[in-house]
């Protein structure tokens, strides 16, 4: 599966983005599909997930009420809506794919994209 993500850029703090990741050359409904995001000296960080079927999502309490994970299995396509953003989500994201159990640590990912900077202002 190969995976790549798009959408990044720089916002205000308060702002909106909304990343994309385009998945090719798997079953994608078959997928558990996460976002996960990486700050500058921090180590990679899960954001949220969601069910090959969309009908489970979760999310890191950083972030609850403020993102949200949807897929279009029609488009082989996972999103990402950031709204109210902080200088905190200053971060590269990433997706990244996996078969199985909806719940699982970033070790289990199988497929990771390439990454899409975002970059929030004060």
């Known amino acids: 599966v190969q995976l790549q993500a798009s959408g990044g850029g720089l916002v205000q703090a308060g702002g909106s983005l909304r990343l994309s990741c385009a998945a090719s050359?798997?079953?994608?409904?078959?997928?558990?599909m996460a976002w996960f995001r990486q700050a500058p000296g921090q180590e990679r960080m899960f954001v949220a997930r969601i069910s090959g079927n969309g009908g489970l999502t979760s999310y890191a309490d950083s972030v609850k009420g403020r993102f949200t994970i949807s897929r279009d299995n029609a488009k082989n396509t996972v999103y990402l809506q950031m709204n109210s953003l902080k200088s905190e989500d200053t971060a590269v994201y990433y997706c990244?794919?996996?078969?199985?159990?909806?719940?699982?640590?970033?070790?289990?990912?199988?497929?990771w994209g390439q990454g899409t900077q975002v970059t929030v202002s004060s």
């Open positions: 050359g798997g079953t994608f409904n078959s997928y558990v």
């Open positions: 990244a794919a996996r078969r199985g159990n909806f719940l699982s640590s970033i070790s289990e990912y199988e497929y």
